[in-house]
């Protein structure tokens, strides 16, 4: 008996050595190393016009061979180069059609109005660049704002504006159907990114 305890005593010993011994050979050297600053941030389209409404100042009893000019300043307060276009709705289709618009880029100190002789035409511009000149009621005045690069599209780098001259006339032809009537018209900005977006 005190024979088989002691056999049972070395062997738990035993046992107790080789565990303390595979503990001891299971010690390895370690490293770790993070990559860290991934960072992603994306950019901003943010198209401001000043003024907000009212280019031209209103006419109130306009008549045949009366002209409004007014300049607007387009700026990029975004991020990312944006390109945009601009659209026009009027309050009354009849007048709208009547009358003639033209929008040119300024190009020296001034714009280089009237834009418009008092029977319609245009006048020669100096500086400017005539960007549309047709009827009032032309909902489509500089390019499209359809999805993409697209015709007449005015391209805009971050933090750059550019001035945009605004003229309208009402002909020395335009007929008596067009008395009496009231018109307001609203141009639309409508801006989008230029990268990956051909």
Same mark, same amino acid.
Not at 84 to 104: D, E, H, K, P, Q
């Given at each position: 008996?005190?024979? /088989?305890?002691?056999?049972?005593?070395?062997?738990?010993?035993? %046992?107790?050595?080789?565990?303390?011994? +595979?503990?001891?050979?299971?010690?390895?050297?370690?490293? *770790?190393?993070?990559?860290? *600053?991934?960072?992603? !941030?994306? %950019?901003?389209?943010?198209?401001?016009?000043?003024?907000?409404?009212?280019?031209?100042?209103?006419?109130?009893?306009?008549?045949?061979?009366?002209?409004?000019?007014?300049?607007?300043?387009?700026? !990029?307060?975004?991020?990312?180069?944006?390109?945009?276009?601009?659209?026009?709705?009027?309050?009354?289709?009849?007048?709208?059609?009547?009358?003639?618009?033209?929008?040119?880029?300024? #190009?020296?100190?001034?714009?280089?109005?009237?834009?418009?002789?008092?029977?319609?035409?245009?006048?020669?511009?100096?500086?400017?660049?005539?960007?549309?000149? #047709?009827?009032? !009621?032309?909902?489509?005045?500089? #390019?499209?704002?359809?999805? #993409?690069?697209? +015709?007449?599209?005015?391209?805009?780098?971050? /933090?750059?504006?550019?001035?945009?001259?605004? +003229?309208?006339?009402?002909?020395?032809? +335009? %007929?008596?159907?067009?008395?009496?009537?009231?018109?307001?018209?609203?141009?639309?900005?409508? /801006?989008?990114?230029?990268?990956?977006?051909?």
């Amino acid at each position: 008996m005190k024979y /088989s305890k002691r056999i049972l005593l070395a062997l738990l010993a035993f %046992g107790v050595v080789a565990a303390i011994v +595979a503990v001891i050979s299971q010690a390895i050297f370690t490293d *770790s190393d993070s990559v860290g *600053s991934n960072t992603f !941030n994306t %950019g901003t389209v943010a198209l401001t016009t000043s003024p907000t409404s009212a280019i031209w100042t209103g006419v109130t009893t306009g008549a045949p061979g009366d002209r409004a000019t007014g300049s607007l300043t387009a700026t !990029n307060g975004g991020s990312l180069e944006l390109r945009y276009a601009v659209t026009g709705s009027n309050t009354s289709a009849t007048l709208a059609a009547g009358m003639n618009v033209r929008i040119g880029l300024r #190009g020296g100190g001034s714009c280089d109005f009237p834009y418009h002789n008092t029977d319609g035409t245009t006048t020669t511009l100096t500086d400017d660049t005539q960007l549309f000149a #047709g009827a009032l !009621n032309t909902a489509a005045l500089v #390019g499209s704002n359809a999805q #993409g690069a697209q +015709a007449g599209d005015r391209t805009l780098a971050a /933090s750059a504006n550019e001035i945009l001259c605004f +003229a309208v006339v009402l002909p020395t032809s +335009a %007929g008596n159907s067009l008395q009496g009537l009231n018109n307001t018209t609203t141009f639309t900005f409508d /801006s989008e990114q230029t990268t990956n977006n051909p």
